[in-house]
C-alpha cells in the first residue's frame, strides 16, 4: 500500500527566512502525482503546488518550490522569503496512476511557525 | 456554487445520537470524497463516489458510519449511535475527472460528541 511520511511534525522558522518542509513516500508505481497542501486555523485545504511524477523539472509557484528526488522517493517543499501568512499545517499527499480513478493518500502534516 | 459547501460548520452532539453531515460540491464535479482529521492527525479517507459507480467505502471505520450522494451532486454523511472517538473534523472535496488538477475541498465540519 502507499504512504506518505512527514517526519517533522513542527518547524520554526523566522520571518524572510527560508525553510524546507520533508516528505518521503512509498510506491510502485511509475507514475502518480504529488501535492502539497497548505490548512491555515480557517481548515480550509489550499492546494500549493503538484508534481507529476513523469516531469523530471521540479514544479515552481512563486515562493514555492519542491525537490522532487523519484528514485528516492522523496517530495520535499521549499518556501522562501517566509511570510506570517505561511503558518499553517503542511500535508504532503500522493495520488496514484491520473489515468484511473482513486484517492489521494495524505501525511500527517507538519505545522509550520513564522516567527516575526 | 463556486466551491465546495459544507454544513454545518460545526457540530455539538450527545454520545449515542446519530448526526448528519452535509457536502455540497462544485458544480459538474464527478467526483466527491469525505476525509476525517481527528486533532494531531493527517487526513483519513472515509469514502469516494465517482459518477454513477459503485462507491469505495474501504475508509469507513465501522458500520455506524455511512453516505450517500443524491443526484450525482450533494452527498450526506451519517453517523449512528455517536461515540467520543467520532470527535474530529470531517473534510468533503470534489474534483472534476475531465481536467484533474486536485481536490477542491470544504471548510469542513467540526464535530464534538459530548
Known amino acids: 500500500a502507499q504512504t506518505v511520511t512527514q517526519s517533522q511534525p513542527e518547524m520554526s522558522v523566522q520571518e524572510a527566512e527560508t525553510v524546507t518542509l520533508s516528505c518521503t513516500y512509498d510506491t510502485s508505481e511509475s507514475d502518480y502525482y504529488l501535492f502539497w497542501y497548505k490548512q491555515p486555523p480557517s481548515r480550509q485545504m489550499i492546494l500549493v503546488i503538484r508534481q507529476e511524477a513523469y516531469k523530471q523539472q521540479n514544479a515552481t509557484e512563486n515562493r514555492f518550490s519542491v525537490n522532487f528526488q523519484k528514485a528516492a522517493k522523496s517530495f520535499s517543499l521549499k518556501i522562501s522569503d517566509s511570510q506570517l501568512g505561511d503558518a499553517a499545517m503542511y500535508f504532503c499527499?500522493?495520488?496514484?496512476?491520473?489515468?484511473?480513478?482513486?484517492?489521494?493518500?495524505f501525511g500527517k502534516g507538519t505545522r509550520l511557525h513564522i516567527l516575526p | 456554487g463556486a466551491g465546495v459547501s459544507q454544513s454545518p460548520s460545526n457540530k455539538v452532539t450527545e454520545k449515542g445520537k446519530d448526526v448528519e453531515l452535509r457536502c455540497d460540491p462544485i458544480s459538474g464535479h464527478t467526483a466527491l470524497y469525505w476525509y476525517r482529521q481527528s486533532l494531531g492527525q493527517g487526513l483519513e479517507f472515509l469514502i469516494y463516489?465517482?459518477?454513477?459507480?459503485?462507491?469505495?467505502k474501504s475508509g469507513l471505520p465501522s458500520d455506524r458510519f455511512s453516505a450517500e450522494r443524491t443526484g450525482g451532486s450533494v452527498s450526506t454523511l451519517t453517523i449512528q449511535r455517536t461515540q467520543q472517538e467520532d470527535s474530529a473534523v470531517y473534510l468533503c472535496?470534489?474534483?472534476?475527472?475531465?481536467?484533474?488538477?486536485?481536490?477542491?475541498f470544504g471548510s469542513g465540519t467540526r464535530l464534538t460528541v459530548v
Open positions: 463516489f465517482q459518477g454513477n459507480s459503485a462507491p469505495d
Open positions: 472535496a470534489s474534483s472534476s475527472r475531465v481536467a484533474w488538477n486536485g481536490y477542491t
Open positions: 499527499a500522493y495520488r496514484p496512476d491520473p489515468n484511473r480513478d482513486d484517492k489521494i493518500i
